[in-house]
């Protein structure tokens, strides 16, 4: 059997039949991050698996398994390469941000196939490109739960197959629909790994998850969204701090009976029927899926609590545009904003716990003062993605300190 050429990463080189570890370190322009890469080289020669775990910073269980699965490599059994790479945003890793690299406000998984002259995560991610991801010949990129997303009636591993194509036409329809990328023949899967939460010990004690007095009645999933929102609401605008939020968050998320949820909010929404019962809040009217905001030459303010729709159209002509999220009732964990918009300002009032992503969005002649987010440690709430183009105008983000 023909023995296989050693394998090179960066200032990395494996032998056949060997493993090596150590760190790449990548250029981003104003600054360098060190990538923790493994690479194991079988005795023959074979096909090339990338393997990369944590694109987005805060999704540390994929990070943890694939720093197992190199562990349980055994080169001298083995025949092709396995190339890992165990935290792949190592600034977003460290800051704790959720979604996007805190260098520059981007989503990673969102930059492919990247740009050696851009910006930061641009750069990262044509570096991840270059040296991984072409190389393979099949690459798998492991995900989980992110900071303040809910995967926890999803606990065991469900696989979504994602194929990238050399033309748009070979790929097939639902990953078209998700638009996902023609970027390259490799074989590739996303693998997202979730798993209910544990009750933990915090400040005061763990809240009881399921007390002995409960009644029979027990929470479905829509009862355990509903105390959610509420628990997301009242860290935005200050009511929780983060500690509490989180303390609240896991009891919620394990809570069997509507019993074990209504303490929870007790203190936050009214009261509410007879004999000293306190009822979860009410679900509110379905949101709209889409509202367009059509303007020209005028302008457009929406604030106080106005119900957020899924996506909202912004189509607009040399019109200012305010857009108070503060008090907003949110409809779920992201809101899109579609943007068509030629001249004028658009100034989106944020509350902390809401971050920014304008990694989609196309501008021509535009001055952009986005900011990511607060710069606090509020818990992200909402995720506000802003898609489409702009031209001859402004953007500009401003976030309101938290009611006390």
Same mark, same amino acid.
């Given at each position: 059997m023909t023995s296989p050429s050693p394998y090179a990463i960066g200032d990395l080189q494996a032998q056949p039949g060997s493993q090596v570890r150590g760190h790449c370190v990548v250029d981003l322009g104003a600054s360098t991050v060190a990538l923790p890469i493994a690479v194991t080289q079988g005795t023959g020669p074979?096909?090339?698996?990338?393997?990369?775990?944590?694109?987005?910073?805060?999704?540390?269980?994929p990070m943890v398994a694939v720093r197992q699965f190199i562990r349980d490599l055994d080169p001298a059994r083995m025949r092709g390469t396995v190339v890992a790479c165990v935290q792949a945003s190592?600034?977003?890793?460290?800051?704790?941000?959720?979604?996007?690299?805190?260098?520059?406000?981007?989503?990673l998984n969102r930059s492919f196939p990247g740009d050696p002259l851009g910006g930061p995560t641009a750069r990262l991610a044509a570096w991840l490109w270059e040296n991984l991801l072409s190389r393979a010949d099949y690459y798998v990129d492991c995900h989980c739960g992110d900071l303040p997303e809910v995967l926890a009636w999803?606990?065991?591993?469900?696989?979504?197959?994602?194929?990238?194509?050399?033309?748009?036409?070979?790929?097939?329809?639902?990953?078209?629909?998700?638009?996902?990328?023609?970027?390259?023949?490799?074989?590739?899967?996303?693998?997202?790994?979730g798993g209910a939460v544990p009750p933990r010990h915090c400040r005061g004690g763990r809240m009881s998850a399921d007390p002995p007095s409960s009644p029979v009645l027990r929470a479905s999933d829509a009862d355990r969204d509903r105390v959610i929102e509420v628990l997301r609401a009242a860290v935005a605008d200050g009511r929780l701090d983060p500690a509490e939020f989180d303390e609240r968050l896991d009891a919620a998320l394990v809570a069997r009976?509507?019993?074990?949820?209504?303490?929870?909010?007790?203190?936050?929404?009214?009261?509410? #029927? #007879?004999g000293g019962a306190v009822t979860l809040p009410l679900a509110e009217a379905p949101p709209?899926?889409?509202?367009?905001?059509?303007?020209?030459?005028?302008?457009?303010?929406?604030?106080?609590?106005?119900?957020?729709?899924?996506?909202?159209?912004?189509?607009?002509?040399?019109?200012?545009?305010?857009?108070?999220?503060?008090?907003?009732?949110?409809?779920?964990p992201e809101l899109i904003i579609e943007m068509r918009?030629?001249?004028?300002?658009?100034?989106?009032?944020?509350?902390? #716990?809401?971050?920014?992503?304008?990694?989609?969005?196309?501008?021509?002649?535009?001055?952009?003062?986005?900011?990511?987010?607060a710069g606090d440690d509020t818990p992200e709430t909402l995720c506000v993605r802003l898609t489409g183009r702009m031209k001859h105008g402004r953007i500009n983000t401003r976030w309101l300190a938290p009611r006390r």
């Open positions: 074979g096909p090339v698996l990338a393997v990369t775990a944590g694109i987005h910073g805060g999704e540390y269980v190592p600034a977003a890793f460290e800051q704790r941000s959720a979604f996007v690299n805190p260098l520059d406000g981007q989503n999803a606990a065991w591993p469900r696989p979504r197959a994602t194929c990238w194509h050399p033309s748009p036409a070979r790929c097939p329809a639902p990953d078209r629909e998700r638009g996902i990328s023609p970027m390259a023949a490799t074989r590739a899967i996303t693998w997202n790994i009976t509507i019993d074990a949820l209504a303490p929870l909010t007790a203190d936050l929404v009214a009261a509410s #029927g #007879g709209v899926e889409l509202l367009t905001i059509n303007e020209k030459h005028g302008s457009v303010r929406r604030d106080g609590r106005w119900r957020l729709p899924h996506r909202l159209a912004l189509r607009t002509a040399w019109c200012d545009v305010m857009l108070d999220l503060t008090s907003a009732v949110r409809s779920g918009v030629r001249g004028g300002d658009v100034e989106l009032v944020l509350a902390p #716990g809401m971050v920014v992503d304008a990694n989609e969005l196309s501008v021509r002649h535009t001055r952009l003062a986005i900011s990511r987010d």
